[in-house]
């Protein structure tokens, strides 16, 4: 083999692509965590959906999350230069030029590929629950049980090239432009991290909303992370009402935040106003 091929071609695409990664990991997961966890935490304990772990706990937790997303995105690089070879051949429906599908198309085509990636997120994670896969693909993301932002990819190399063959399987079936493309893939981690963090930030009644109830709260996937089944789906909770796998005390829950989130609103209040008598 040329000793350039490494040093002229392999090299930076892979330095590249990791830098790219990296770059978006660490936009969506920084970002969620300094203003949920640093900036606004104090401020929104009532809005925490469960007690915190010990902080010595909580550090190894994050750093063992960091270590394993160092090595998803790995994997996510090395399939990336390994799949979009691929199209030279033609075989993905990745384009360039907006006038080729138009403007409206541009627009429609980001939601759509939310909708497509929402369903394959939904039964490739029910799968990787079956006892035959759960170890090899899945355990390692549920060892962050009191799940944080940095959680988002916490995968093992086989569940990072689950996650990843996503992209390669919506381009053959979806055209996309490229910026749309980097727009839904910014959007998943930013949904990720966010649905990790930890903190009810979603107003808690719009789960009994019609149309708004169809979106995951954070709850959702944080009793997931606690019972380690059901709640399958990222963004909609279609999926998992449809096929009955939804946990049935969802709505619960949020009421049962609500409420103590109240009581301690109303224990502040009582407080730090003189004029009420003191129970």
Not at 76 to 87: I, N, R, S, T, Y
């Amino acid at each position: 083999m040329d000793p350039t091929f490494f040093t002229d071609f392999l090299a930076p695409r892979a330095l590249g692509g990791l830098e790219r990664e990296s770059i978006r990991y660490a936009l969506g997961t920084l970002t969620t965590f300094f203003v949920i966890w640093v900036i606004l935490g104090r401020f929104i304990q009532s809005r925490r959906i469960r007690k915190a772990i010990p902080v010595a706990k909580q550090r190894r937790q994050i750093r063992m999350e960091l270590r394993n997303s160092f090595f998803a995105m790995a994997m996510f690089v090395a399939l990336d230069m390994l799949v979009f070879e691929a199209g030279n051949f033609g075989v993905f429906k990745k384009y360039d030029d907006i006038s080729q599908y138009g403007w409206l198309w541009f627009w429609v085509s980001m939601p759509l590929l939310i909708i497509f990636h929402d369903a394959y997120f939904y039964w490739t994670h029910r799968a990787m629950h079956h006892p035959k896969l759960y170890k090899l693909f899945h355990l390692t993301h549920h060892r962050s049980h009191s799940p944080t932002p940095f959680t988002a990819y916490n995968f093992h190399p086989f569940e990072a090239a689950v996650n990843y063959a996503f992209v390669p399987v919506a381009l053959m079936i979806i055209p996309i432009h490229g910026t749309a493309l980097y727009v839904v893939l910014t959007i998943m981690i930013f949904k990720n991290a966010l649905g990790h963090c930890g903190y009810e930030v979603f107003p808690r009644h719009w789960a009994r909303l019609p149309v708004l109830g169809w979106l995951t709260t954070v709850t959702h996937h944080d009793m997931h992370h606690e019972r380690g089944s059901g709640n399958f789906a990222l963004y909609f909770t279609w999926w998992d009402r449809a096929m009955g796998t939804e946990h049935t005390n969802y709505l619960d829950r949020l009421d049962e935040q609500e409420a103590r989130a109240q009581a301690a609103k109303d224990a502040r209040r009582s407080n730090s106003d003189p004029l009420v008598p003191a129970e």
